[in-house]
T-cell receptor, first 110, second 115 residues
Framework: GQNIDQPTEMTATEGAIVQINCTYQ??????LFWYQQHAGEAPTFLSY????GLEEKGRFSSFLSRSKGYSYLLLKELQMKDSASYLC???????????FGRGTSLIVHP | EAGVVQSPRYKIIEKKQPVAFWCNPI?????LYWYRQNLGQGPELLIR????????DSQLPKDRFSAERLKGVDSTLKIQPAELGDSAVYLC?????????????FGSGTQLSVL
């Protein structure tokens, strides 16, 4: 099994930068996903990290450290539409099916 | 390309009544998942299909929940009888393999309210 931990809620100002952390414990590592979920909508894929380091994709970047069991999602130039829940997901040991954390609710205010 | 399609979008029923959800995955995706998401929580896997075979249903409450995926395409998830605690969003997803893990594509979900 595994344990995924991320903050419940964060707030930030439009135009700012925010970092959402995720720590995990798993008996076997097959990558880490970040999904975005707007209220009342389905989760949508943001990123997938399997190697250590930072992967940048426009305003969003995702970082992974396998030795520390740690990842973060970095959102730059925040916009109001970025207000959503951000879900960290890790396949459980020996599996390739992601198990989701409870999500971090990000509130972006003017 | 069409995404994962689910229906109905919303369902309100009284406890002890049956309810069914339908899912059409992305064409060509052999793996289909049913997840349940409670308010303020992440999705929790109920069952996973590889084609028409259920390969992981360990989290499915089998006394009241059932699922099928005929011909390895569309799938239905049924609850009979429903209980108050079943109120949640039921998400269907299908997936493709990405560097050793499964990248999931979700449908819009069915929001179930049991009164």
């Amino acid at each position: 099994g595994q344990n995924i931990d991320q903050p419940t809620e964060m707030t930030a100002t439009e135009g700012a930068i925010v970092q959402i952390n995720c720590t995990y414990q798993t008996s076997g590592f097959n990558g880490l996903f970040w999904y975005q979920q707007h209220a009342g909508e389905a989760p949508t894929f943001l990123s997938y990290n399997v190697l250590d380091g930072l992967e940048e994709k426009g305003r969003f970047s995702s970082f992974l450290s396998r030795s520390k069991g740690y990842s973060y999602l970095l959102l730059k130039e925040l916009q109001m539409k970025d207000s959503a829940s951000y879900l960290c997901a890790v396949p459980s040991g020996g599996s390739y099916i992601p198990t989701f954390g409870r999500g971090t609710s990000l509130i972006v205010h003017p | 390309e069409a995404g994962v399609v689910q229906s109905p979008r919303y369902k309100i029923i009284e406890k002890k009544q049956p309810v069914a959800f339908w899912c059409n995955p992305i064409s060509g995706h052999n793996t289909l998942y049913w997840y349940r998401q409670n308010l303020g929580q992440g999705p929790e896997l109920l069952i996973r299909y590889e084609n028409e075979e259920a390969v992981d249903d360990s989290q499915l409450p089998k006394d009241r929940f059932s699922a099928e995926r005929l011909k390895g395409v569309d799938s239905t998830l049924k609850i009979q009888p429903a209980e108050l605690g079943d109120s949640a969003v039921y998400l269907c997803a299908s997936s493709t393999r990405d560097r050793g893990s499964e990248k999931l594509f979700f449908g819009s979900g069915t929001q179930l309210s049991v009164l």
